[in-house]
């Protein structure tokens, strides 16, 4: 994959506790900045999932209820999966 080059500005504070830690990890600064926006972008797209997956939970019985009827009505429509199961419409 090819590289490019950013240029970012911080306190000396800063670079000095991520040129500690690469250290630390045994890894080059620029390894270290990678991995930490990796693993910063692979947070983000884990909470959303975990977001929407909470979301189903709440509005489960909306959704089977709304859509459920009309998959129903429909003379060939499959039973979908939850349909049957106690405490389910």
Known sequence: MAKTQLNVRVDEATAEAARAR???????????????????????????????????????????????RERREAPDAAPTPHEGLPGTT
Do not use: C, H, P
């Open 22 to 68: 690469a250290l630390q990890r045994g890894v080059s600064m620029n390894r270290y900045i990678e991995e930490l926006v990796l693993k910063d972008a692979g947070e983000i797209g884990q909470t959303f999932v975990e977001a929407a997956s909470d979301f189903m939970k709440q509005y489960e019985r909306v959704f089977a209820e709304e859509f459920g």
